[in-house]
């Protein structure tokens, strides 16, 4: 099994998980134009939903990553 197949299958199961988080974390509220900073509650620490905001950020990016990489990779053969 070659790198861009590991790859591949990395970014499908990626690509699975943004998916399932942005349905999981989906609000009705969501195009009323709420700030999109972290919020904490008054005791200071962050919040269930800030958690989900962050892992949804760093799964967007990983898949960003592996699409780019797997371009490069799928141009260089």
Same mark, same amino acid.
């Given at each position: ?31 009323s ?8 509650? &008054?005791?200071?620490?962050?919040? &269930? ?22 371009? &490069?990779?799928?141009?260089s053969?």
């Amino acid at each position: 099994m070659s790198i861009y197949n590991v790859l591949l299958v990395l970014s499908v199961i990626v690509a699975i998980l943004l998916v399932l988080m942005v349905l999981f974390t989906g609000k009705a509220d969501a195009m009323s134009g709420g700030g999109g900073s972290i919020r904490t509650n &008054f005791k200071g620490k962050a919040g &269930f939903d800030d958690y989900m905001s962050r892992a949804t950020f760093i799964l967007g990016a990983l898949f960003i990553s592996l699409m780019f990489l797997l371009n &490069f990779l799928a141009s260089s053969k």
